[in-house]
Nanobody, 124 residues
């Protein structure tokens, strides 16, 4: 099993920046692609970004492209999401996810492991 723990969420003003992190533990050798999803109140889970194990394949949702950057440090078993130019509509609980397969994907059902989430609130 793999355990994922997110941190770094908080309250920020519109236009500001925030970085959320996700540390993995357990059978981390079984992890390959990783991703970030978010869920705003009353809405479905939304794909945000995904990254392959070696970082060579990165994929963003159109809504965050150019503002968010996903990265990972495999030696630290950590994946990051740097969020810049934040907007009130970015307010959500942000979840880290990992999958055993090597391919990145935006489909929530393709991920095997999930964190508990971290709240990001952007005030206008």
């Amino acid at each position: 099993q793999v355990q994922l723990v997110e941190s770094g969420g908080g309250l920020v003003q519109a236009g500001g920046s925030l970085r959320v992190s996700c540390v993995a533990s357990g059978r981390t050798f079984s992890m390959n692609a990783m991703g970030w999803f978010r869920q705003a109140p009353g809405k479905e889970h939304e794909f945000v970004a995904a990254i392959s194990r070696n970082g060579g394949n990165i994929y963003y949702a159109d809504s965050v492209k150019g503002r968010f950057t996903i990265s990972r440090d495999n030696t630290a078993n950590t994946v990051y999401l740097q969020m810049n130019s934040l907007k009130p509509e970015d307010t959500a609980v942000y979840y880290c996810a990992a999958r055993r397969h090597i391919w990145t994907t935006s489909s929530r059902d393709d991920y095997d492991y999930w964190g508990q989430g971290t709240q990001v609130t952007v005030s206008s």
